[in-house]
């Protein structure tokens, strides 16, 4: 019920930023963007996908250890895009990087599988 597309992927060097992007739609009989719960994982290669943030309805924000204090995820209503906003890049944030929603107020990052709708992800990359 919801289609996801991410985009701002890159190669950076260490220390650089990048803000990626997630454009929500849903259909028009369906329930809005905003009842949704939304989340940034990440899978780098050859290692299980992980939580990195999330924002519910409520838009506290959610992130995991490794990303407190560099990344900050947001969401513009408006436009139904959800952001991710990622400074001081560490070579150990390269991965696929994927969008999803969640139906529900609040946001975790325990049980991804609870996240339904997923985007097609965007590659990011940082070197040393």
């Known amino acids: 019920q919801v289609q996801l597309v991410e985009s701002g992927g890159d190669s950076v060097q260490a220390g650089g930023s990048l803000r990626l992007s997630c454009t929500a739609s849903v259909a028009s009989s369906g329930y809005p963007v905003s009842r949704y719960s939304l989340a940034w994982f990440r899978q780098p290669p050859g290692k299980e996908r992980e939580g990195v943030a999330c924002?519910?309805?409520?838009?506290?924000?959610t992130y995991a250890d490794s990303v407190k204090g560099r990344f900050t995820i947001s969401k513009d209503s408006a436009s139904a895009t959800l952001y991710l906003q990622m400074n001081s890049l560490k070579p150990e944030d390269s991965a696929m990087y994927y969008c999803?929603?969640?139906?529900?107020?609040?946001?975790?990052?325990?049980?991804?599988?609870?996240?339904?709708?997923w985007g097609q992800g965007t590659q990011v990359t940082v070197s040393s």
């Open positions: 924002i519910g309805r409520d838009d506290f924000p």
């Open positions: 999803a929603a969640r139906y529900g107020a609040y946001c975790y990052l325990e049980r991804e599988l609870d996240y339904r709708y």
